[in-house]
């Protein structure tokens, strides 16, 4: 049975930080699933929507070919169940992600493996969405 992973996130700007996360991911079992977060949540958790729409950052994903398959994630504040569904072996969190409340103990069978970041002083969606668009 191939060990999945699982990694989630907005990507809003795709950058070089964004690739060497999803490598990493994707290095740590046989199959990488990427679940990008919904527009309405990205606005509820961050307080404004994502500048790219969900489906155009799912696309993004898709395109750079490291995950082996890319989805939407749920509308709504219960982000364990996508987890539930997808049952992966392997959770790959960014440096710079909290865990969700209750993970470890909904999910005691998941490894929890939080990412190296890669320049987050120059590859951080946050400053690249300022300097974009000046926000």
């Known amino acids: 049975m191939a060990k999945r992973v699982l990694c989630c996130g907005t990507f809003d700007y795709l950058h070089p930080g964004h690739e060497a996360f999803l490598k990493q991911a994707s290095a740590l079992g046989d199959e990488l699933v990427v679940v990008v977060a919904r527009d309405e949540n990205v606005h509820r958790i961050k307080g404004h929507f994502p500048d790219h729409g969900e489906e155009q950052r799912r696309s993004n994903l898709e ?17 364990l169940k996508v987890v539930e569904e997808l ?4 959770i790959a969190l960014g440096y710079d992600q909290g865990k969700p409340p209750g993970l470890d103990e909904s999910f005691p069978h998941c490894d929890i493996v939080v990412l190296e970041p890669y320049q987050p002083e120059r590859y951080k969606s946050s400053f690249l969405r300022r300097k974009q668009v000046g926000k």
Not at 63 to 79: K, P, S, T, W
């Open 63 to 79: 395109d750079l070919g490291i995950a082996d398959r890319v989805q939407l994630g749920h509308v709504g504040a219960n982000f």
């Open 87 to 90: 049952n992966p072996a392997i």
